[in-house]
């Protein structure tokens, strides 16, 4: 859906010709897919427990709080902050986008940090109790 959200976002900027900078923040959210495509493909080649992969689960969410989260936050307080400045269709696509993002983002974040992070300390406990 991310990638639905970075076409609409650039085709309405190219249409009007407005809010350029808007849609390259939208660009932003993207730097951190790099990393979660990363994972993934770790995920599939059974690197699970490796120096690797858990230097890239730390950089994941390191980029995915200030490439995700903040991007998100930013952007949709600049659609609140401008509101009077922008027609109701684009207000109307810009608002949508930003909510259905922002409660998929935040459920993959907590499953990123479930998984890679508290996981490990659950394993711990499970191995003190044997």
């Known amino acids: 859906l ?3 959200q970075v076409i609409i976002c650039f ?6 010709h407005q809010y350029i900078g808007f849609a390259l923040v939208a660009l932003l959210v993207e730097i951190n897919s790099i990393f979660l495509h990363l994972r993934q493909i770790l995920l599939m080649a059974n690197l699970l427990h ?3 992969y ?21 952007m949709t307080r ?8 922008i027609p109701l269709a684009t207000y109307t696509v810009g608002t949508v ?3 259905i993002m922002t409660p998929m983002n935040i459920i993959l974040f907590y499953r990123l940090l479930r998984s890679d992070f508290l996981k490990s300390s659950r394993e711990a ?3 003190k109790e044997k």
Do not use: D, H, K, Q
């Open 97 to 99: 986008g930003m909510a």
């Open 11 to 16: 085709s309405v900027a190219v249409l009007v």
């Open 50 to 52: 490796t120096t690797c």
């Open 125 to 127: 406990c499970r191995e």
């Open 54 to 74: 858990r230097l890239n689960s730390i950089i994941n969410l390191g980029t995915y709080v200030v490439f995700r989260i903040t991007t998100l936050a930013w």
């Open 2 to 4: 991310s990638l639905i």
């Open 78 to 85: 600049w659609l609140v902050l401008n509101r009077e400045n």
